[in-house]
Nanobody, 120 residues
Framework: QVQLVESGGGLVQPGGSLRLSCAAS????????MAWYRQAPGKQRELVAT???????NYEDSVKGRFTISRDNAKNSVYLQMNSLKPEDTAVYYC??????????????WGQGTQVTVSS
């Protein structure tokens, strides 16, 4: 049974920073691509950032230069450092990990979501 546990969300003032973490567990053989998505109220879920196993990254245009995605393969974990936060970054953030376990082929798994609120 794979579990993705997220942490690090909260309330922050505009211009502030937060660091999100997501740790995967459960008989994992290998983790492949990892990503962060977000969903604001009344909007569709959108892709924020991705990182390959080798460390190549991509970002949604509005977060380039402010957010940094990273990973620790030994810990099956992915992180999102968010700086210069804006009110429009307010959303529930979800991690997504493509991985293979000892009992199942490669597939995507989702975290439970963590709320990020940017407000003064």
């Amino acid at each position: 049974q794979v579990q993705l546990v997220e942490s690090g969300g909260g309330l922050v003032q505009p211009g502030g920073s937060l660091r999100l973490s997501c740790a995967a567990s459960g008989n994992i053989v290998i983790t492949n691509a990892m990503a962060w998505y977000r969903q604001a109220p009344g909007k569709q879920r959108e892709l924020v950032a991705t990182i390959t196993r080798g460390g190549s990254t991509n970002y949604e245009d509005s977060v380039k230069g402010r957010f940094t995605i990273s990973r620790d393969n030994a810990k099956n974990s992915v992180y999102l450092q968010m700086n210069s936060l804006k009110p429009e970054d307010t959303a529930v953030y979800y991690c997504n990990v493509n991985l293979m376990t000892r009992s199942s082929w490669t597939r995507d798994y989702w975290g439970q979501g963590t709320q990020v609120t940017v407000s003064s």
